[in-house]
């Protein structure tokens, strides 16, 4: 059974950095890709971004320059590292892992920015 197991969310203030890391633990194997999604109350889930096993990265247009992806495929680990944040940053993160056979989601990590 897999399981997305995320970490790091919590309460800071407008300017300040947090870190989330999310481990896929299990029988998992064929992963494509990895990334973190976010969803506001009332607004739509969006990407944030996302690294493929090679290393190939993408950021939606807002969190460009502030936030940075990364992973240790060893671990099927998958990290975001961000910077420089704002209230509008403030939504329940989530950790996606896609694999040949489907993707797979985290149970949500709370990040609120705010003084």
């Known amino acids: 059974q897999v399981q997305l197991v995320e970490s790091g969310g919590g309460l800071v203030q407008p300017g300040g950095s947090l870190r989330l890391s999310c481990a896929a633990t299990?029988?998992?194997?064929?992963?494509?890709?990895m990334g973190w999604y976010r969803q506001a109350p009332g607004k739509q889930r969006e990407m944030v971004a996302a690294?493929?096993?090679?290393?190939?990265?993408d950021y939606r247009e807002s969190v460009k320059g502030r936030f940075t992806i990364s992973s240790d495929n060893a671990k099927n680990t998958v990290y975001l590292q961000m910077n420089s944040l704002s209230p509008e940053d403030t939504a329940v993160y989530y950790c996606?892992?896609?694999?040949?056979?489907?993707?797979?989601w985290g149970q949500g990590t709370q990040v609120t920015v705010s003084s």
């Open positions: 996606n892992v896609a694999t040949w056979r489907g993707s797979y």
């Open positions: 690294i493929t096993r090679g290393g190939t990265t």
């Open positions: 299990g029988s998992i194997s064929g992963i494509t890709a």
